[in-house]
């Protein structure tokens, strides 16, 4: 058996609901994918003239070590199109490694839990959805007290504004 590591998706280019059912069947090549969250309509945060986006999440069971999972999660989204040309700009696909397991990882190519899990509505909502009780390895909380912090902010930048999609 291996760890179980919480992966943030999400797409506002071209069909991005098939984009996000895409990059779920890509990434389950690298594992086995337990459980993929509703998709959720949200604005952009950071670089607001972009279209909306469409977020979720999944969690992956997998015998790879999280730097090799980061790899692997970025070949996806290179094999799917995806071009940074813009800061937090447009993308065909986005996947971010937000929790493996209780690892805590500080390195140059990685950091883990990711940095900004605890800011974004947009993370939190799906993960909550499908892992709620999974817990932050160092600020020992769980994700679904993290959304209720998030959501208690108000930040009208990061809301998810519309019900799941599926």
Request: proline content about 6%; charged content about 25%; overall charge negative.
């Given at each position: 058996m291996g760890e179980l590591a919480?992966?943030?998706?999400?797409?506002?280019?071209?069909?991005?609901?098939?984009?996000?059912?895409?990059a779920v069947r890509r990434v389950g090549a690298l594992g086995l994918v337990r459980a993929v969250s509703s998709f959720y309509d949200t604005a952009p945060v950071g670089y607001l003239d972009q279209a909306r986006f469409l977020n979720g999440a999944l969690l992956l069971e997998t015998s790879l070590e999280p730097v090799e999972l980061l790899r692997g999660l970025l070949g996806v989204e290179l094999a799917m199109g995806r071009v940074r040309v813009v800061d937090k700009g447009p993308r065909v696909i986005d996947?971010?490694?937000?929790?493996?397991?209780?690892?805590?990882?500080?390195?140059?190519?990685?950091?883990?839990?990711?940095?900004?899990?605890?800011?974004?509505?947009?993370?939190?909502?799906?993960?909550?959805?499908?892992a709620g009780g999974m817990v932050h390895p160092v600020l020992g909380v769980s994700v679904g007290e993290m959304l209720k912090v998030v959501v208690g902010k108000g930040d009208e930048n990061d809301t998810t504004d519309t019900p799941p999609m599926r």
């Open positions: 919480a992966i943030a998706l999400g797409s506002n280019v071209g069909d991005c609901e098939g984009n996000l059912l895409e996947l971010d490694l937000i929790l493996y397991g209780g690892r805590v990882v500080a390195t140059e190519e990685l950091t883990l839990p990711h940095p900004a899990m605890g800011e974004r509505r947009f993370v939190l909502e799906p993960l909550a959805e499908i």
